[in-house]
């Protein structure tokens, strides 16, 4: 699923003169166009994921959250109330009904291979990278929020107010719909997003970031080696972050 | 019987003052707007858990009562009624009117209201919203063109019933779009049902035609024009069959879900323990909105009972649009089946919601523009007949 600016993009660059102004200014004509700079580092070859292991995941500890707010700047300086102030990532603890087994696991965008909210925005803004990230693009959000209506997980916020120290990597605007990035602006740098950095730094490492494509990538060995489970399976959208131990 | 004739209303004191009021309720709405837009979303009720408030119950039984107002006109042109054929006019004109309304909350309560050009020109086409856009915007068109047709002197009335086609079956594809943006969303259990579709369609049936009634009567009454007992009475009667369609069709909704284990608790929501919203849908859905103005059409009827029934079929589709939209969120998402949330901030609990003053001008404002709209089509242009009394309606066939 590619949203208009992209195919726009992609139209010019098909272009001789288009790669003659790329070529002088790359970044200037991406940026002109719709795209983002950052998009030329998504490859189609790759699908980005997540698998996280309830089991090691600590009831207390909310690292993952702190750290995904301080990189993307959301969180901070929010004066809203708990229901309107935007949560990129969440941590729930959950009780089994049949056996009373309790369970702590961070929660956010699950970067589905068939994304709702891709398919429902009327403008294309809710996008999916070749790469499989699922993104808001916010010059062309007008904020309807129907994406939101359309997510299984609740993964996506509304920025209620006007926002202030922005980070240059995460811009964010009043008025526009926001979620988990997988900070696809390290990501694209050959980083690891910002909570599975923080967990392995609170020496949890409950989250692994890795190629779900390549079957080499610890990722792809640790799904074939042990059971997971994908959030809401039943709708049958192949979320790209998976749970073991849940 | 005299020829029909079609005049402007005029201009009485009555008239202006009304107008006066009605331009009042725009600028407290547009008000509404700015200072939301200055403040953002955080200052109404709306929340990231219920995303769409009041102004959205407000636009989506507008933009259904539209399609529905245009009944009257489908009636005459596309099934032959000729005792409708004189009010054909006003219902294409309302039509195109509460339309407007409809959709300038949606679109004024949009985040990013200044960016509706992107909303115009930039499409996703597998987005239902989307394609309502389109619909929408081309309602305006054929509904527009058909009524100038039936304006215009010496039209071939082949010409003007094939207009009425096409508008009636653009209709259905719109209230369809309408009913599809909550019946695609596979996500939430209160929606992500086929049949929203022709529930919507039924419901643009009862709430056009009883919105359609009490303009038409409030327009008269103020230009001084005679609307005939039998007449009126007659479309009551049609009101009733289109309140009790609602009734059956909301009915089969409620009882599919209840026949599959998965949607019980989502029903049992809505029929049993929601509270504001079991209210809403017994009380002032099913029995003020839809058993009541069946009974008055039915076993009294009367001009004034008429006028109660389209009055009561009007809150009673607020109150089931409302049921709808806010209920189906307000049931929470079920992400973790099996499990219980022990913690986690609103996971899993019943959303609350409280619409705030801007929320409500916003709705207001937007069935302000609908009527300020119909009225300045009535005033500027000959689409109300001068005489409806029952002695002068036209025979049937």
């Known amino acids: ?246 | 019987m005299e020829r029909t004739i079609y005049r402007e209303i005029r201009a009485t004191p009555q008239v202006m003052q009304l107008g006066g009021l009605l331009a009042a309720f725009i600028l407290a709405a547009l008000w509404s707007v700015y200072t939301v837009e200055h403040h953002g979303h955080v200052i109404t009720g709306m929340t990231n858990q219920i995303v769409w408030g009041l102004p959205h119950v407000f636009a989506i039984f507008l933009i259904v009562a539209a399609s529905g107002a245009l009944n009257v006109a489908s009636i005459a042109s596309v099934f032959g009624q000729k005792a409708y054929k004189p009010m054909a006019r006003f219902s294409s004109l309302l039509a195109i009117a509460l339309l407007v309304g409809g959709l300038a909350v949606v679109v004024l309560d949009l985040g990013r209201p200044d960016r509706l050009i992107v909303a115009m020109t930039t499409y996703n086409f597998s987005s239902v919203f989307a394609w309502n856009v389109l619909l929408y915007n081309g309602f305006i068109v054929i509904v527009g063109g058909y009524l100038v047709l039936q304006m215009m002197r010496k039209v071939d009335p082949r010409l003007v019933k094939a207009a009425g086609l096409v508008a009636f079956l653009w209709r259905l594809a719109l209230t369809t779009g309408t009913g599809s943006i909550f019946g695609w969303l596979v996500a939430r259990p209160g929606y992500d049902a086929a049949i929203m579709a022709p529930l919507f369609i039924v419901m643009s049936f009862a709430f056009g035609l009883a919105v359609f009634i009490l303009v038409t009567l409030w327009l008269f009454t103020l230009s001084g024009r005679i609307f005939g007992d039998a007449l009126l009475i007659r479309m009551g009667r049609l009101l009733g069959i289109f309140a009790a369609a609602v009734l059956y069709f909301t009915a089969v909704q409620h009882l599919t879900n209840l026949y599959a284990t998965e949607h019980g608790g989502v029903e049992r929501f809505i029929l049993r323990d929601g509270g504001i919203y079991t209210l809403l849908f017994w009380g002032v859905q099913v029995v003020i909105g839809g058993l009541a103005p069946i009974a008055l059409v039915f076993l009294n009827p009367s001009r004034s009972s008429t006028v109660l029934a389209a009055t009561l079929v009007i809150i009673g589709g607020f109150a089931q649009v409302y049921v709808i939209v806010i209920g189906g969120q307000a049931y929470p998402l079920d992400i973790f089946p099996g499990f219980d949330v022990i913690e986690g901030f609103n996971e899993g609990i019943v959303n609350p919601y409280a619409p705030s003053i801007y929320e409500l001008l916003l709705g207001l404002g937007g069935v302000a523009i609908a009527l300020f709209a119909a009225g300045l089509g009535a005033k500027v242009l000959r689409v109300l007949p001068t005489n409806l009394s029952d002695a002068n309606l036209p025979a049937d066939r």
């Open chain 1, 1 to 246: 699923m590619t949203n208009r600016a992209e195919l726009t993009r992609r139209d010019i660059l098909k272009s001789g003169a288009a790669v003659a102004s790329l070529t002088l200014a790359s970044g200037v004509t991406l940026m002109a166009f719709g795209g983002s700079a950052d998009a030329k580092g998504a490859d189609a070859g790759k699908r980005w994921g997540l698998l996280i292991d309830a089991g090691k995941c600590d009831a207390d500890c909310s690292d993952c959250v702190t750290a995904c707010s301080t990189e993307n700047g959301w969180g901070h300086g929010d004066h809203g109330s708990p229901e309107t102030d935007p949560a990129w990532i969440r941590k729930v603890t959950l009780k089994e009904q049949s056996t009373g087994r309790t369970v702590s696991a961070p929660i956010m965008c699950q970067h589905c291979e068939a994304p709702p909210c891709v398919d429902v925005c009327p403008t294309g803004a809710s996008m999916q990278r070749p790469d499989g990230v699922v993104l808001v693009d916010k010059h062309i959000c007008i904020g309807c929020r129907y994406c939101m209506m359309a997510c299984p997980f609740k993964a996506r916020s509304f920025v209620h107010e006007p926002v202030a120290d922005q980070k240059v990597n995460a811009p964010r605007g009043n008025g526009t719909v926001e979620s988990c990035t997988l900070c696809v602006h390290r990501v694209d740098k050959g980083r690891i997003p910002a909570c599975v950095e923080a967990c392995e730094q609170a020496g949890h490492s409950a989250i692994l970031f890795g190629d779900l494509n390549d079957p080499d990538s610890p990722i792809s060995k640790a799904l074939e080696q042990y059971p997971s489970i994908a959030l809401r399976d039943d709708l049958g959208l192949n979320p790209a972050v998976r749970y073991q131990n849940m």
